[in-house]
Nanobody, 122 residues
């Protein structure tokens, strides 16, 4: 079992930046692919970004491409999501997830965090 803990959410103005973190206290996720997903009120959970086990291969949802950057530091056992040029439509609860391979399919991930809320004011 891998427990994931997200942090870094908060309130930001449109156009601003936030950096989300995901950690696995007491465990290593160096062998796992990792992903970020988000869910806004009344909407389905959606894929945001994913990175492979080494951190060398990443891909993004079209809606965040060029604005968000996912990175994985296996030495620090940390997953990051740098979010720039935030828009009101980016507001959601953001979840990190760990799985066996890089994918945008949420059901393929084995472990999930509890989420961190991002609010973007216009």
């Amino acid at each position: 079992q891998v427990q994931l803990v997200e942090s870094g959410g908060g309130l930001v103005q449109a156009g601003g930046s936030l950096r989300l973190s995901c950690a696995a206290p007491g465990r290593t996720f160096s062998n796992y692919a990792m992903g970020w997903f988000r869910q806004a009120p009344g909407k389905e959970r959606e894929f945001v970004a994913a990175v492979n086990w080494s951190g060398g291969n990443a891909y993004y949802a079209d809606s965040v491409k060029g604005r968000f950057t996912i990175s994985k530091d296996n030495a620090k056992n940390t997953l990051l999501l740098q979010m720039n040029s935030l828009k009101p439509e980016d507001a959601a609860v953001y979840y990190c997830a760990a799985g066996r391979y890089i994918t945008e399919v949420a059901e393929e991930y084995d472990y999930w965090g509890q989420g961190t809320r991002v609010t973007v004011s216009s």
